[in-house]
């Protein structure tokens, strides 16, 4: 497997609250939740504090079990990270820190893959191109839209923000609403998972996990298809996609779906020689 990788910031901005690594045959997007200002959250780290140490503790999840489950080793280490905050945070604070999660696994003959929140993975396996995502979190934004138009019309816009995401807040890791990892290792077994081979007629070639700020590119800025992705990644790098969705933002700063114009991006693109069924 040869791994490309890139992750900024939105210009301007210091702070990146995507990660992107790489941990023997495991390679993973993280894309914390960013904290709105004026809410509390309970722990005295923060996102960024918090996808570091996740992606260290799946490092070492991997590297003590790599034969279990991506599920079971998220679960690990999402465990783990809780007793990183080392007893000073509040873990049951309805803010706190959280993160997506999208992993790769090569497993020499079969690859597999886990998809939590909305950072997808796009495969293309044999002559198919496909994504997987996990779009719970899109269709609790939805029912959250629906409603916050019931709020009364005079309703100012801080106090709809304010509403919105503390309803938001109560929708994370339950059911009916949507699962990110955070502090209940139970959210590991709501993820998207599944393997793919790397031999045969199906065999995966080539592979791209993403943060929503990189998946933008197809799906807000609509700039090309998943196909058109793996194909820049391809020629042009990860990197190339990045400014192709820095420019997208510059030119329609009005097309984001959220409030924020501009948001972190992340892109790791995977390539896998054909393996005969030789195995040579
Ligand atoms: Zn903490």
Known sequence: MRVRSAS????GRTVNEDLVFRAGPLV???????????????CVHGPQ???????????????????ATLVSNLAAAILAVRADHGGQCDLDHPGTPSSTVCLLRDGGDQVDYLVLCDSPLVLETGDRVDVVSDDRLAVS?????????ELPESTDPETRFRYAVTVQRQWMNRTHG???AAADPDAAYHAVVGTVPLRGPDALR????????ASAAVEEFGLFDW?????????EGPGALIDRVRAAERDHPDRRRRHKPADDASAVYCEFTRLDDNGA
């Open 141 to 149: 934004t939805a029912s959250l839209r629906a409603t916050a138009a």
């Open 49 to 67: 504090w918090y996808v570091r140490h996740l992606a260290a503790r799946l490092g070492l999840a991997e590297a003590a079990r790599p034969a």
């Open 227 to 235: 196909v058109g992705l793996l194909d820049l990644v391809t020629a």
């Open 28 to 42: 993973g997007v993280l894309d914390g939740a960013t904290v709105p200002d004026g809410f509390d959250i309970g």
């Open 8 to 11: 900024a910031p939105p210009p």
């Open 178 to 180: 949507y699962w990110v």
């Open 206 to 213: 080539r592979a791209v996990l993403l943060t929503d700020g």
